[in-house]
């Protein structure tokens, strides 16, 4: 059945909406790893056991952290890139180290670097990242759609720009990730890549394509979705989360302030299994209903 179909092509033509998507992530670490990436990246790497088990460590000692390999063009390279990047609603950030080979990555204190300091030797970047899910042996979508994309915005858009591992959402390919805020992107084309990189580094979101921002939970993504189309702010520092409350199994409220004058944007959304069904990656055997997000109210306070 997988080499009948891509479930990216079967989203899109399903008309899936994507935002309340993004894969939830407030520590995100970026390992260069140059050679090719088994369908599951750490395990099937070729790092020794006991760094395996130092990285795994740090994954569940660090809150809502995530791994992921990273690479660029074939070639010789001095050193290898490791990224620390803080993904959250004001002042995210992203630190570097470059290592002589992986086993460093033992000697990184990375829980350090992650909170902001910068005693383990890294440098904080002034330039934003952009990743692309490129993992084919994870899903064939990633590799058809993502590669593409990643080399859009290598040659066209001069930005700084990386494959990745797995992110989450396969269906959703090509994925682009914009850091350090953690901007979620999904079915992102070769023309609407570079766009999208544009308007990241003049701070201001693109809706037609989001999936939403890593640093908030799904129904909050939706929030932020619906409250953005409601009032046309696309710029990134324009609302501020407030908080949400539950009012029902998948019902909730969700209430933004913006910066700029105060006022409090409130969207009720609830979230439904779609009519439609589509395959949600391409090895899955059968058709199945995905969660959708749907705005019931929205008001000022």
């Given at each position: 059945?997988?080499q009948?179909?891509?479930?990216?092509?079967?989203?899109?033509?399903?008309?899936e909406?994507?935002?309340?998507?993004?894969?939830?992530g407030?520590v995100?670490?970026?390992?260069?790893y140059?050679?090719?990436?088994?369908?599951?990246?750490?395990?099937d790497?070729?790092?020794s056991?006991?760094?395996?088990?130092?990285?795994?460590?740090?994954?569940?000692?660090?809150?809502?952290?995530?791994?992921?390999?990273?690479?660029?063009?074939?070639g010789?390279?001095e050193r290898l890139?490791?990224?620390?990047?803080?993904?959250?609603?004001?002042?995210?950030?992203?630190?570097?180290?470059?290592?002589d080979h992986h086993e460093?990555l033992?000697?990184?204190?990375?829980?350090?670097?992650?909170?902001?300091n910068?005693?383990?030797?890294?440098?904080?970047?002034?330039?934003?990242?952009?990743?692309?899910c490129?993992?084919?042996?994870r899903?064939?979508?990633?590799?058809?759609?993502?590669?593409?994309?990643?080399?859009?915005?290598?040659?066209?858009?001069?930005?700084?720009?990386?494959?990745?591992?797995h992110?989450?959402?396969?269906?959703f390919a090509?994925?682009?990730?914009?850091?350090?805020?953690g901007?979620?992107?999904?079915?992102?084309?070769?023309?609407?890549?570079?766009?999208?990189?544009?308007?990241?580094?003049?701070g201001?979101l693109v809706?037609?394509?989001?999936?939403?921002?890593?640093?908030?939970?799904?129904?909050?993504?939706?929030?932020?979705?619906?409250?953005?189309?409601?009032?046309?702010?696309?710029?990134?520092?324009?609302?501020?989360?407030?908080?949400q409350?539950?009012i029902?199994?998948?019902?909730w409220?969700?209430r933004?302030v913006?910066?700029?004058?105060?006022v409090?944007h409130?969207?009720?959304?609830?979230?439904?299994l779609?009519?439609?069904?589509?395959?949600?990656?391409?090895?899955?055997?059968?058709?199945?209903?995905?969660t959708?997000f749907?705005?019931?109210?929205y008001?000022?306070?």
């Amino acid at each position: 059945m997988s080499q009948l179909f891509y479930c990216s092509e079967l989203s899109r033509h399903a008309a899936e909406k994507s935002y309340g998507t993004a894969s939830i992530g407030l520590v995100w670490l970026l390992i260069e790893y140059p050679p090719a990436w088994g369908p599951h990246a750490l395990k099937d790497s070729s790092f020794s056991p006991r760094l395996k088990e130092h990285l795994n460590r740090i994954l569940k000692t660090i809150p809502r952290s995530r791994l992921l390999f990273i690479k660029q063009e074939p070639g010789k390279k001095e050193r290898l890139k490791f990224f620390v990047v803080r993904s959250r609603e004001i002042e995210p950030f992203i630190v570097k180290f470059e290592l002589d080979h992986h086993e460093q990555l033992l000697e990184v204190d990375i829980a350090a670097a992650a909170s902001g300091n910068l005693s383990a030797g890294g440098v904080l970047l002034d330039q934003p990242l952009f990743l692309v899910c490129t993992h084919g042996k994870r899903d064939k979508c990633c590799a058809k759609f993502g590669y593409a994309v990643y080399k859009s915005l290598r040659e066209g858009s001069g930005a700084d720009a990386w494959q990745s591992s797995h992110v989450g959402g396969d269906r959703f390919a090509a994925n682009l990730i914009c850091f350090p805020h953690g901007l979620f992107y999904a079915h992102v084309t070769e023309g609407g890549g570079p766009a999208i990189v544009e308007e990241y580094r003049r701070g201001r979101l693109v809706l037609s394509e989001y999936r939403g921002r890593a640093c908030y939970s799904f129904p909050v993504q939706a929030a932020e979705f619906f409250i953005r189309k409601e009032t046309n702010l696309n710029g990134l520092d324009q609302l501020r989360y407030l908080g949400q409350e539950r009012i029902e199994e998948n019902t909730w409220r969700v209430r933004f302030v913006t910066k700029a004058g105060g006022v409090v944007h409130q969207a009720q959304v609830a979230s439904r299994l779609s009519e439609f069904q589509t395959q949600i990656t391409c090895h899955s055997s059968e058709a199945k209903s995905v969660t959708q997000f749907h705005l019931e109210d929205y008001q000022t306070l």
